[in-house]
């Protein structure tokens, strides 16, 4: 690989491990000290690879431990043991017994070499911007780690879906908003309706009492004036008294005086009855008035159709940022 002209990107010193063949629990030194090892980007597969280890060290330490995990494998299959041998193994060397045939038939060497080799850190590398110490060594195998697994991830795609996953957060929190302040509005709506049918029923009664009290008015005033005509011809009897007349005449005007009298006094109870009535109609008429005029001055109503007012402003805001979410996440789709 290296005859390819294929340049590192990547080169650090390091300890480098294989996994015991026998036992396949533990892992053993494949140096003695920390030796160069050299990393490179495959444009045509998108994949990270380790194309040396001191030179062609590599490739020698790689075969043996190929051999030795064919061996594994085919033991486990013989025993029926396979998925006891992956839980025995790392997570990494799962992955690598998975995907073995894919690897050593194609000769090459991918990220899965990391079953087989764990790396730690500690030396230096070749530029700048790979700098590594010990204190990340463990950074390093998590991202060689994480290389293996998903195969064909960029780092570009990995900021895209971060992305996605970012508008989609706030595009369930704006519509969480949203649904909450409707159910709010809602409920105002409620509220105010019952006002106003209160209100309304309010406005009837006073109504009505106002058309009562002008009809007992209108009645007062005619029995008024019927008493005051029964007052004028019980006078012009008691006149008549004086000038001579028969025991007949006599017995009538008495008889006619009599009536009048009990009349003026029903009358006069009715009238009581009436005034009395009357005085409390307006009592209740001026209650009315003023209930009438609480209500409508009432702060809580006013606040009510304030904060509808409110309500229906950041509803109309919240679902044009919610169709600005879903354009940007569909811009974003076709972009990716």
């Not at 015991?20 to 990270?48: C, E, G, Q």
């Not at 960029?154 to 969480?176: C, F, H, I, M, P």
């Amino acid at each position: 690989l290296c005859k390819m002209g294929e340049q590192p990107i990547f080169t650090c010193n390091a300890h480098v491990f294989h996994i015991d063949p026998k036992t396949k629990r533990t892992w053993i030194t494949a140096s003695s000290k920390a030796i160069a090892v050299s990393f490179f980007y495959d444009s045509s597969r998108n994949l990270y690879r380790i194309i040396s280890v001191e030179g062609s060290k590599f490739i020698v330490k790689f075969q043996e431990v190929k051999e030795a995990t064919k061996d594994a494998l085919n033991k486990a299959s013989a025993n029926g043991n396979s998925a006891a041998a992956s839980a025995n193994a790392s997570p990494i060397t799962a992955r690598a017994s998975i995907n073995s045939g894919d690897i050593f038939e194609s000769g090459n060497l991918e990220p899965p070499l990391a079953p087989t080799n764990t790396i730690t850190t500690s030396g230096k590398t070749d530029s700048p911007q790979h700098n590594i110490s010990e204190t990340n060594a463990n950074n390093l195998n998590n991202e060689l780690k994480q290389l293996s697994i998903n195969n064909s991830s960029s780092s570009d795609g990995t900021v895209t879906s971060s992305a996605e996953q970012q508008l989609k957060y706030e595009n369930e929190r704006l519509k969480l908003a949203l649904a909450q302040s409707s159910a709010n509005a809602k409920k105002w709506e409620i509220e105010l309706a019952t006002l106003k049918s209160n209100n309304l029923r309010l406005t009837s009664a006073l109504q009505e009492s106002t058309a009562n009290v002008d009809e007992w008015k209108r009645q007062l005033h005619s029995y008024k004036e019927e008493n005051q005509r029964l007052k004028l011809r019980y006078q012009d009897l008691e006149a008549g008294k004086g000038a001579p007349q028969g025991n007949a005449a006599v017995a009538v005007s008495n008889e006619i005086t009599e009536e009048l009298r009990r009349e003026i006094v029903s009358l006069k109870s009715r009238i009581e009855g009436l005034e009395a009535e009357l005085m409390n109609q307006e009592v209740e008429l001026k209650a009315a008035n003023k209930s009438l005029k609480d209500k409508q001055n009432d702060p809580m109503l006013k606040q009510m159709n304030t904060l509808c007012n409110q309500f229906n402003a950041q509803i109309t805001e919240l679902s044009g940022i919610h169709k600005e979410m879903e354009k940007l996440i569909h811009a974003q789709h076709k972009s990716t």
